[in-house]
């Protein structure tokens, strides 16, 4: 029992001789960092064995690539509609077909028209009753058997008359139907320009409704011209201008190259994506099919002061490109560049991290492979 006793009482002691040491250190020691050096920068036993190439000046374009989808021209989409309400009784086409101007669409059976149809008539025998009944007062007021007045009142009911048959004709026109048909309650819809039927909103046995309610019947787009949409990111968008020139390439046709020019870059970003929408007017050569998916390049308008490098100076690394530079006492110093395009002549374009006249290793890969041995 003693024993346990004298244990307990020489761990207290130490635990407060501890204790005692913190308080008058403060802190605990500070922790050491040793630096491991700069591992971009290498030394090798003969840097002469490494031949050295300074970078050229290149003026090329800016140039920006990215994705789209072919649209139609909205400014080229006509809608086919009717003024008539009724039920159709007839369709000629479908979605997709190609129609030229004038070709018969459908065919409405419409009410409305043959009540335009029975006001024509009316106002064609009312003017013809008006227009005897002038002649007639004309030679009673010759021969002096009426006043006047009377042959005016008589003239102001042909007049009135005439107007009412060009306003009943005015209306059968604009529901689609001709004057010098016979009366029917038939309507024929026809096209109104040639194009390509993109939309279809009405069937066989379908009901037509007035204009204001219903949505087209039909929608024609001339696609000789389309739109191409491509969605920029917003830190891309200083890079691309209205006017720019851009080189089209369809995944469907790998050998074609189709031109076109900016006309017009959204205002509103998409907030999902933090892009705008860029649109290019394109020529389409009958290939483009509206929806398909393309790659754009954009070319700027002014040329840039770029370096110029062997291919063989870049080192790809990481999904990175780098370079070797040397430095004054012989050692090389990785740098971190972006590559641009490829040039002819086995040549690589710098786009920023080099400028011209720097001198960098000509054959960056087999300094890595000596550094890594």
């Given at each position: 029992?003693?024993?346990?006793?004298?244990?307990?009482?020489?761990?207290?002691?130490?635990?407060?001789?501890?204790?005692?040491?913190?308080?008058?250190?403060?802190?605990?020691?500070?922790?050491?960092?040793?630096?491991e050096g700069n591992t971009s920068v290498v030394r090798v036993d003969h840097?002469?064995?490494?031949?050295?190439?300074?970078?050229?000046?290149?003026?090329?374009?800016?140039?920006?690539?990215?994705?789209?989808?072919?649209?139609?021209?909205?400014?080229?989409?006509?809608?086919?509609?009717?003024?008539a309400s009724g039920r159709v009784v007839d369709v000629r086409v479908r979605?997709?077909?190609?129609?030229?101007?004038?070709?018969?669409?459908?065919?409405?059976?419409?009410?409305?028209?043959?009540?335009?149809?029975?006001?024509?008539?009316?106002?064609?025998?009312?003017?013809?009753?008006?227009?005897?009944?002038?002649?007639?007062?004309?030679?009673?007021?010759?021969?002096?058997?009426?006043?006047?007045?009377?042959?005016?009142?008589?003239?102001?009911?042909?007049?009135?008359?005439?107007?009412?048959?060009?306003?009943?004709?005015?209306?059968?026109?604009?529901?689609?139907?001709?004057?010098?048909?016979?009366?029917?309650?038939?309507?024929?819809?026809?096209?109104?320009?040639?194009?390509?039927?993109?939309?279809?909103?009405?069937?066989?046995?379908?009901?037509?409704?007035?204009?204001?309610?219903?949505?087209?019947?039909?929608?024609?787009?001339?696609?000789?011209?389309?739109?191409?949409?491509?969605?920029?990111?917003?830190?891309?968008?200083?890079?691309?201008?209205?006017?720019?020139?851009?080189?089209?390439?369809?995944?469907?046709?790998?050998?074609?190259?189709?031109?076109?020019?900016?006309?017009?870059?959204?205002?509103?970003?998409?907030?999902?994506?933090?892009?705008?929408?860029?649109?290019?007017?394109?020529?389409?050569?009958?290939?483009?099919?509206?929806?398909?998916?393309?790659?754009?390049?954009?070319?700027?308008?002014t040329l840039e002061e770029r370096a110029e490098v062997p291919a063989t100076?870049?080192?790809?690394?990481?999904?990175?490109?780098?370079?070797?530079?040397?430095?004054?006492?012989?050692?090389?110093?990785?740098?971190?560049?972006?590559?641009?395009?490829?040039?002819?002549?086995?040549?690589?374009?710098?786009?920023?991290?080099?400028?011209?006249?720097?001198?960098?290793?000509?054959?960056?890969?087999?300094?890595?492979?000596?550094?890594?041995?």
């Amino acid at each position: 029992m003693r024993v346990a006793f004298v244990i307990a009482a020489l761990v207290a002691c130490a635990s407060c001789a501890r204790g005692s040491a913190q308080t008058e250190s403060g802190a605990p020691p500070p922790t050491v960092v040793e630096d491991e050096g700069n591992t971009s920068v290498v030394r090798v036993d003969h840097p002469e064995r490494f031949p050295l190439v300074a970078a050229s000046l290149h003026r090329a374009a800016p140039e920006l690539s990215t994705t789209g989808v072919v649209s139609a021209d909205v400014s080229r989409a006509i809608p086919v509609v009717s003024l008539a309400s009724g039920r159709v009784v007839d369709v000629r086409v479908r979605l997709g077909d190609t129609v030229r101007k004038g070709q018969l669409l459908l065919r409405i059976q419409s009410a409305d028209v043959a009540g335009a149809f029975s006001d024509y008539r009316k106002a064609v025998a009312d003017e013809t009753l008006a227009r005897t009944q002038l002649e007639r007062a004309q030679v009673l007021f010759d021969r002096g058997a009426i006043a006047q007045k009377d042959l005016e009142v008589a003239r102001d009911t042909e007049d009135k008359a005439v107007v009412d048959v060009q306003t009943a004709a005015e209306h059968l026109r604009l529901l689609g139907v001709p004057t010098d048909r016979p009366p029917s309650g038939i309507v024929d819809i026809t096209a109104p320009e040639s194009g390509v039927i993109t939309e279809q909103n009405i069937t066989a046995a379908a009901g037509v409704k007035s204009l204001d309610n219903s949505p087209n019947l039909f929608t024609i787009s001339d696609l000789s011209r389309v739109w191409i949409l491509c969605d920029v990111y917003e830190n891309d968008l200083a890079s691309v201008r209205v006017g720019d020139r851009a080189d089209i390439h369809v995944a469907a046709f790998p050998n074609a190259v189709l031109t076109g020019r900016v006309g017009n870059i959204g205002p509103i970003l998409d907030p999902s994506i933090r892009a705008a929408k860029v649109r290019i007017e394109v020529a389409n050569p009958g290939a483009l099919r509206l929806g398909m998916f393309v790659t754009a390049t954009f070319h700027g308008q002014t040329l840039e002061e770029r370096a110029e490098v062997p291919a063989t100076a870049v080192l790809h690394l990481h999904d990175r490109d780098w370079v070797y530079t040397p430095t004054p006492d012989g050692r090389f110093v990785r740098r971190e560049v972006v590559a641009g395009a490829s040039l002819a002549g086995g040549q690589q374009e710098i786009v920023s991290g080099l400028t011209p006249g720097d001198r960098v290793v000509s054959n960056a890969l087999v300094l890595q492979n000596t550094v890594e041995q």
